[in-house]
């Protein structure tokens, strides 16, 4: 397939580098508004626009990627779905609730395939270590710690993404959604209590975030985000006979099962960059005639938002 990208920043390099590694699959288009001229040299056989409707009206795009600011996801989608594409969208795939159902509706309307890019949801160690975790090599789940915090001086400068608040900056938004999902992976979307304490700073985006989470079975999770403080960015699964760990949880290539003094370590890459797995999906549910990822469901991308709204209902008393 024809790949056209919506915005060309940093992960979209990254994904790039992915898509060249997946047989058949061709970047075709890239529109950025910002550095088209700088692009077009760097990549003279790819087409560059300098609007992202012109690489919307180009007929030879087939899917488009789409990673710009997330204030941006859900008018992107909506249009590249009206000009009859399919489209893989960065995560989160909407700021809240009510844009992940517009953005389903138009997909179901335009009949064309729409999945939000929680890439990790693919990663063979990641699923690994889960399908582990729920088959009981640990016992009984009872416990998960998950933080995924950076900082990045350069990126944090009040024009830029993540603390812009216009732009839907915030830890939340930007990384919180790697351990929610996990916790969602392991325990479901439906916690039955929700605490957050968090640090918003001063341009009005939370800068970090902690939130501890109860289910109905009696599991607890205990998940923090930042884009302020960098920290190990692990995740530990915790049974009643031992534990898991996963060193960068979200780009995992490897986990430990710990069991009293027994450590069993299982490595298990993933292709180029990490992305090719989520690339291989969309890939093989649109040769399928598939409207949506069973994996990354559409409903899954709208119960991950509401979650999200309530623990940013929390933070800024929304809700
Ligand atoms: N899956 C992952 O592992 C992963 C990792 C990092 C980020 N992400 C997600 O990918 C998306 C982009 O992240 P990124 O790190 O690539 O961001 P970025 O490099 O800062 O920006 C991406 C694009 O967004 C547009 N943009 C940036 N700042 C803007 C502004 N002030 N006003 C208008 N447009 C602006 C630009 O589009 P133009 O090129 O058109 O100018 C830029 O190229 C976000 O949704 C983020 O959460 C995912």
Not at 187 to 215: K, N
């Amino acid at each position: 397939m024809n790949w056209g990208f919506i915005g060309f920043g940093r992960i979209a390099r990254k994904f790039l580098e992915s898509l060249f590694a997946v047989e058949g699959e061709v970047p075709y288009a890239f529109a950025s508004r910002s550095n088209a001229q700088t692009l077009q040299q760097e990549f003279p056989h790819v087409k560059v626009y300098d609007s992202y409707e012109a690489l919307l009206q180009d007929p030879k795009v087939d899917v488009v990627y789409i990673s710009t600011t997330h204030n941006f996801h859900c008018e992107n989608t909506i249009a590249a779905l009206k000009a009859g594409k399919h489209v893989l969208c960065e995560k989160p795939m909407g700021v809240n609730s009510h844009e992940i159902r517009k953005m389903t509706e138009v997909a179901e309307a335009s009949g064309k395939f729409l999945m939000e890019a929680m890439w990790t949801r693919f990663l063979p160690a990641y699923n690994e270590a889960l399908r582990r975790a729920k088959a009981g090599a640990i016992g009984p789940l009872n416990y998960l710690t998950a933080s995924f915090g950076f900082r990045s001086e350069d990126k944090l400068t009040a024009q830029g993404r993540l603390l812009n608040p216009e732009l839907a900056g915030g830890a939340f938004f930007d990384v919180g959604v790697y351990p929610l999902t996990m916790a969602a992976d392991l325990f479901g979307w439906h916690p039955e209590q929700i605490q957050v304490t968090a640090r918003v700073g001063h341009t009005g985006v939370d800068e970090s975030v902690q939130v501890q989470l109860s289910y109905p079975e009696g599991a607890l999770a205990q998940l923090f985000a930042s884009v302020t403080t960098g920290t190990n960015k692990e995740a530990c699964i915790y049974g009643q006979d031992g534990f898991i760990r996963l060193p960068l949880f979200w780009k995992a290539q490897s986990f430990e099962i710990v069991k009293g003094d027994v450590i069993e370590k299982v490595e298990l890459p993933f292709i180029s960059t990490g992305y090719a797995h989520e690339i291989i999906e969309v890939r093989d549910c649109i040769r399928r005639g598939d409207r949506q990822s069973a994996r990354v469901s559409l409903n899954e991308s709208l119960k991950s938002a509401q979650l999200v709204e309530k623990i940013r209902g929390h933070i800024f008393k929304e809700v």
